[in-house]
């Protein structure tokens, strides 16, 4: 879907010439505008609740500048509204990886280990989350009561172990 994209944005961006920007990613260097307009059509796309078109939107803001961390977080989302939490948690590790910092990617990220069953990683996300908050922090609220009610879930869980014990097998001669 990103390659389909990629020509006009090859064209748009020889038409625009040197655009300014007004977004910096985590590196200190600015985002361009074209990715930035294409973030924000991804945006508009998944608040109409079109992931699909988001993502592509979102990609072709990457193929623009692979910089922005704000459009590997909208890519997550879109995976997310799909059900697709296993592919929302590499998007949030690629934003994580531009900035290890970025509180909104732990929470995301956390909270998508917290549905695929993952608690012990998401945990680990929690901790950096309250390290980086000095005082009360709503992300980490929200992840630890994903959290607690995932294991108040588990705990509940009927127990599909058989009661009787396995029956042994006869050795052969």
């Known amino acids: 879907m990103m390659f389909r994209n990629l020509f006009a944005v090859v064209l748009l961006t020889s038409a625009m010439g040197a655009s300014a920007a007004t977004s910096t990613a985590a590196s200190g260097k600015p985002v361009s505008a ?40 909208g890519i997550a989302r879109a995976y997310e509204a799909q059900g697709l939490t296993g ?13 290890p910092n970025d509180i909104a990617a732990l929470e995301g990220q ?9 608690n012990a990683r998401a945990n680990v996300n929690l901790q950096r989350i309250k390290t980086l908050c000095k005082t009360d922090c ?20 009927p127990v599909t172990a058989s009661a009787e014990p396995a029956k042994p097998v006869a050795a052969k001669n």
């Open 87 to 99: 592919k929302a948690v590499r998007y949030w590790g690629d934003a994580l990886q531009l900035d």
């Open 138 to 157: 709503a992300a980490a609220t929200r992840l630890q009561t994903a959290m607690t009610a995932a294991a108040a879930k588990a705990a509940k869980a």
């Open 34 to 73: 074209l990715s930035q307009s294409f973030e924000a059509k991804g945006q508009a796309a998944l608040a109409k609740g079109q992931p699909a078109a988001a993502i592509d939107a979102f990609e072709t803001a990457l193929a623009v500048d692979p910089a922005n961390a704000n459009a590997y977080i």
């Open 110 to 118: 956390g909270l998508a280990l917290v549905a695929r069953g993952a």
